[in-house]
């Protein structure tokens, strides 16, 4: 009998190598998500008592994005709400230069990548500076989905929204 691998049939990629083109979504998308939703990017706000639930919308009726409250891990660092396009094919968490900026203070753009509270004061998530096919968005993945024990991600066709609890 032969025995089983250890390793699963593929790798990773590294944060470095994961590739994913987003032609349609662009940092004007954001700004303009959060103006219409009034809830306007990197606008400096409070972690929620509640972290959930969390409404998001339709961008190009194809595309989740949602808002999240997001602060450096470091002590007393403020948050900011943080729109993420949602892409559970991802298995890392990405943001932005400006984002970047926002969260961890102006020059700070030469780091690879950082900790961030993401809608929970006390749950630490490893997040990494865009890659350049996509470097002014920012991306949810799948580490978050799981550091936040996320268990319901859905769509209200009545609002035509998006949520997540």
Not at 3 to 13: A, E, G, H, I, V
Not at 49 to 77: D, K, M, T
Not at 138 to 149: A, R, T
Request: hydrophobic residues 35%.
């Amino acid at each position: 009998m032969d025995s089983l691998p250890l390793d699963p049939p593929f790798k990773l990629p590294t944060p470095e190598q994961y590739d994913v083109c987003i032609t349609d979504v662009k940092a004007q998308d954001l700004i303009e998500i959060g103006v219409n939703e009034n809830k306007p990017n990197l606008e400096p706000v409070d972690f929620p008592a509640q972290p959930f639930p969390i409404e998001g919308c339709f961008l190009h009726s194809n595309r989740f994005v949602v808002p999240l409250v997001c602060s450096s891990a470091r002590p007393s660092y403020p948050a900011f709400r943080v729109w993420f396009l949602l892409n559970t094919s991802s298995p890392y968490t990405f943001i932005s230069d400006e984002t970047v900026e926002k969260l961890f203070g102006d020059g700070n753009t030469f780091c690879r990548f950082g900790t961030l509270y993401i809608q929970k004061k006390n749950v630490k998530i490893l997040c990494y500076k865009s890659n350049e096919k996509f470097k002014e968005l920012n991306i949810l993945g799948s580490d978050v989905v799981e550091g936040l024990k996320m268990n319901n991600i859905g769509i209200d066709w009545n609002k035509k929204n998006c949520f997540i609890k």
